[in-house]
């Protein structure tokens, strides 16, 4: 149960990562493309830079809701961090018990079986002294 519990917040973290890096990725395409509509719209004639202004505030704002986007994600992002390791911490304390309830019981066996080559021993010495 804890296993999969660990494993669900893995993939839950490793989405929010991808979604982090393609908001990334979609900010510097649009910031790259206003770069490029920018550099043609000052070398082009006068017409073609009319429309640049218009362009360019729809991309800015685009940019903005992008990166607004990645900061929610970075706050889910943090969030799931934490929860993964408490996550693990659960799954490693449960471990841990469970490490030590087998060395209780080995150790119980061990007991056991010394108790009763002691015992086995004790008859042998026994029947050899009435020999």
Do not use: N
């Not at 510097?28 to 429309?51: F, N, P, S, T, V």
């Not at 706050?75 to 841990?96: F, K, N, P, T």
């Amino acid at each position: 149960m804890a296993k999969a519990a660990v494993d669900d917040r893995r993939r839950a973290l490793a989405r929010l990562l991808e979604q982090a890096e393609v908001l990334a990725s979609q900010r510097l395409r649009a910031e790259q493309d206003l770069a490029r509509e920018r550099k043609i719209a000052c070398e082009g004639q006068q017409g073609e830079g009319m429309h640049f202004g218009r362009y360019a505030v729809s991309v800015i704002a685009h940019c903005h809701q992008l990166k607004e986007a990645a900061a929610a994600v970075e706050a889910d992002i943090h969030a799931e961090r934490e929860a993964l390791g408490e996550a693990y911490r659960q799954l490693r304390s449960l471990e841990l018990a469970e490490e030590g309830r087998e060395r209780r019981h080995a150790e119980a066996r061990a007991r056991r079986e010394r108790d009763e080559l002691d015992e086995l021993g004790l008859q042998r010495h026994q029947r050899a002294a009435l020999s």
